[in-house]
């Protein structure tokens, strides 16, 4: 029996999602590895003190997610709350809520686990930060796990994915764990090079080649020998270089515009593309026998809106990068703000999530947080900001009355903050304040 508790606090203390055990009189009696590093403190030391004292959630007087277990014996789900986390800040979290029966189906107590936007859940067991790389979700951690795998490989890489998504991240990723990541590693937009001089920048010229060809150059492919070359936006190569770069990857041969000397080079080609190149070949806009050579390893990138578990940890990174540019101390992001955030379905993927970040520390009222005023005007259209909500602006009209309001809506707080253009956490707040006012 004591083998077997062992072992379960071991599986519990390896999960990245803190999980904390209550007793039917709300005492604690197990925290897990992630929730003593999240609260700072040892679960020593929280064992037998009460649950409000340590989570300090915002919720625990008047909507206990426990209480609410007990009451209506249904499981609670992605809970939206707040705790205090070992910085001293009270940060917004998703919390899960069961009730703990015994044989005889009779309530013991309760469990709670949780997720903050935060990379301090990193207890060991998932990687959130690989070569640069931010992910937790499933599909980000295949993709590291893929990364890994072919490190001892030279083969072609073929990156497809919609603007924004990192492909460039993942190819420094591949060269990084690469056997040539000491070698050079030379880039190439293909999309941002005219077409009569992508040939040049390719492969080189020799003088006279063209018309402004004043003296030899030496192209990128030959700048690479014996490391990696990136070509990204391949989709946009024209048809005449993808039968030049066709050759070079079947017997690393070519020719500088203007020579006639064959040269020959050994280079790694990791290409990356946000076109449907099974679309362009259909369309006769790209070589079939192109896209197999450069699809030996194909990693398909998706895009933010199919791995939302990884926003919080995009939120963190890139507030850890505008703190220091900014010279800023902002810790978090207001609950109300941070749920438009998780809702928003991100069109442009991680670049847009860096320049809504960015947005948002240019205008930040607050020293410590992001509020909703200080998100771009199309996140935050129909919602107000809880700052500029005023209760006693509602207290000199007596037909706007918060509690009037309240009162005509038989107290449904989520229907209130409908009416008002706010978000039903701000009604709460503002309902409380009144209360201990």
């Known amino acids: 029996m004591i083998k077997a508790l062992e072992q379960t606090s071991e599986i519990l203390d390896s999960l990245s999602e803190g999980v904390i055990t209550i007793d039917k009189n709300f005492m604690i009696t197990f925290v897990n590895r992630a929730a003593e590093i999240f609260m700072g403190i040892e679960r020593e030391n929280a064992v037998g003190l009460s649950c409000r004292n340590v989570c300090k959630s915002e919720f625990c007087d008047t909507e206990c997610p426990i209480t609410q277990v007990i009451k209506t014996d249904r499981n609670l789900y992605s809970y939206n709350s707040r705790m205090l986390c070992s910085k001293g800040n009270a940060i917004p979290v998703k919390l899960n809520a069961a009730v703990i029966r015994n044989r005889n189906n009779e309530p013991q107590g309760g469990v709670l686990s949780f997720q903050a936007p935060s990379t301090q859940f990193n207890t060991g ?43 460039e991240l993942i190819a420094n990723a591949i060269q990084q764990k690469s ?53 990204d936006e391949i989709g946009e190569m024209p048809l005449n270089m993808q039968t030049q770069l066709l050759r070079v990857i079947q017997n690393g ?13 050994d280079v790694r080609i990791i290409a990356a593309t946000n076109t449907l190149i099974e679309t362009e070949i259909d369309n006769k806009q790209f070589r079939s026998d192109l896209f197999f050579r450069l699809n030996v390893i194909p990693i398909q990138v998706p895009p933010l809106r199919d791995r939302k578990v990884d926003l919080p940890y995009l939120f963190d990174h890139f507030i850890n990068i505008y703190n220091s540019v900014y010279k800023k101390n902002i810790l978090e992001i207001d609950t109300d703000a941070l749920e438009i955030l998780l809702d928003y379905d991100w069109p442009g993927n991680i670049r847009e999530v860096e320049n809504v970040i ?39 009209r007596k037909s706007e009355n918060l509690l009037s309001l309240l009162e005509r809506n038989n107290w449904n707080q989520s229907k209130v903050a409908e009416i008002l253009g706010v978000h039903r956490t701000t009604v709460w707040r503002k309902l409380k304040a009144m209360q201990s006012d």
């Open 125 to 167: 067991t998932i990687q959130f930060d690989f070569c640069d790389l931010i992910g937790r979700s499933k599909l980000m951690r295949d993709i590291f796990e893929l990364i890994d795998e072919i490190s001892h490989s030279d083969a072609s890489v073929l990156i497809q994915g919609e603007t924004g998504t990192g492909k």
């Open 179 to 231: 056997q040539r990541r000491n070698k050079p590693f030379v880039k190439i937009n293909c999309a941002v090079i005219p077409q009569q001089l992508l040939g040049s920048e390719l492969f080189g010229h020799v003088k006279g080649a063209f018309t402004d060809a004043k003296s030899d150059r030496v192209g990128r492919f030959e700048l690479a020998d014996g490391g990696t070359i990136f070509l």
């Open 253 to 265: 041969s070519f020719e500088r515009l203007g020579e006639s000397k064959t040269r020959k080079v």
């Open 358 to 396: 960015e947005y948002a520390f240019i205008r930040s009222k607050k020293n410590k947080s992001i509020c909703i005023c200080g998100l771009p005007p199309a996140l935050r259209s129909k919602v107000r900001c809880s700052e500029e909500f005023d209760t006693q602006r509602y207290s000199t």
